[in-house]
């Protein structure tokens, strides 16, 4: 049949249609900005909201560079101590500060020079780290109610990303996997509309929290620029049970919340449960809240999420 014109009629139309709905997408995005910055001085302990923060490539500056660490030198987190929510880190000009309750504040200052060294177990990579000393381990051990041992990473070259998602040889300090997590409160408050209770941002641990997008928005986010900082959106963040604990108690209120809720809409065709997007700077800077997050590139959503009815059949 010949060619009539109808179909070009027809893709015209829908190209201005789909126009129109990236400009409003774009414009709904240029809202986005920074409402605040959260730093955890110690992987796993209790952080604090902070208006401005610098940022490294292997992270935000003063964000998990100590970790607790137990008798064979394996990373502790919440996961296996819900308790260490309730202990209270902060950086200082020379070390930090812990605090808990029914205890004394104790002021840890960085390593000397010469203190011991010991390789400490994060996931599946093997780190140098430095023993932060026996006051500091005595404390820590006491407030969890295990022997246990605090460890500061001087070296923030020698713990690699993974190179599927960043060049070889670029370093993250002791989070999980990716230097920084953002986390969107227009997505938690979508969440929030599913829940019988609604939780707070702080539950997954972000690092830089964003509002004004529209919900979900960062999925599609490829390469954003905050202030004088760009970053490599590189991953969804994969929740686990810490997302379970009231960090105010270090209870869980309930064992299944807000996984279970989670899992109804955003689950991973791979099988994780998607809150939050991992990023990667590509170079020093200072981010403040209020700035702008300007979406330089977009692509299609990087959660593979599972259909309603495959949720239900995988269930």
């Known amino acids: 049949m010949a060619y009539t014109g109808n179909l070009r009629s027809k893709t015209t139309s829908q190209s201005v249609v789909l126009g129109q709905r990236d400009n409003a997408r774009m414009t709904i995005e240029n809202l986005a900005s920074v409402a605040e910055l959260r730093i955890h ?37 919440q996961r296996e101590r819900h308790t260490m929510t309730l202990i209270e880190a902060h950086n200082t000009a020379t070390g930090i500060t812990l605090t808990t309750p029914g205890m004394e504040r104790i002021i840890i200052p960085f390593p000397a020079p010469d203190a011991e060294t010991l390789n400490v177990v994060v ?74 209770v609604p939780i707070p941002i702080g539950r997954f641990r972000p690092n830089i ?56 809409f955003r689950r991973d065709r791979r099988g994780g449960v998607m809150f939050g997007q991992n990023l990667i700077p590509e170079n020093a800077g200072r981010i403040t809240a209020g700035d702008r997050v300007e979406v330089l590139e977009h692509g299609p959503p990087n959660v593979m999420l599972m259909s309603a009815s495959e949720v239900e059949i995988d269930r």
């Not at 940022?55 to 008798?71: Q, T």
Request: proline residues 6%.
């Open 41 to 77: 001085p110690v992987k796993g302990l209790r952080g604090g909201v902070h208006m401005t923060a610098d940022i490294e490539p292997w992270g935000l500056v003063g964000d998990r560079r100590w970790m607790v660490v137990d008798a064979a030198a394996r990373f502790l987190t």
């Open 123 to 196: 996931w599946r990579d093997t780190v140098g780290a430095v023993a932060a000393g026996t006051a500091a381990d005595a404390w820590i051990s006491a407030a969890l109610g295990l022997s246990c041992r605090l460890v500061y990473l001087a070296d923030t070259s020698t713990r690699k990303i993974d190179p599927a998602f960043a060049p070889a040889g670029q370093s993250v300090n002791f989070a999980d996997g990716f230097p920084v997590l953002l986390g969107s409160l227009t997505s938690l408050a979508d969440l929030n509309t599913r829940l019988a």
């Open 209 to 264: 929290v964003v509002s004004g997008a529209v919900p979900w928005a960062e999925d599609c986010w490829r390469r954003i620029r905050i202030g004088d900082v760009f970053f490599r959106v590189v991953k969804p963040c994969d929740r686990c049970i810490v997302t379970t604990i009231d960090p105010e108690t270090g209870q869980r209120p309930d064992k299944t919340e807000p996984l279970r809720t989670l899992g109804t």
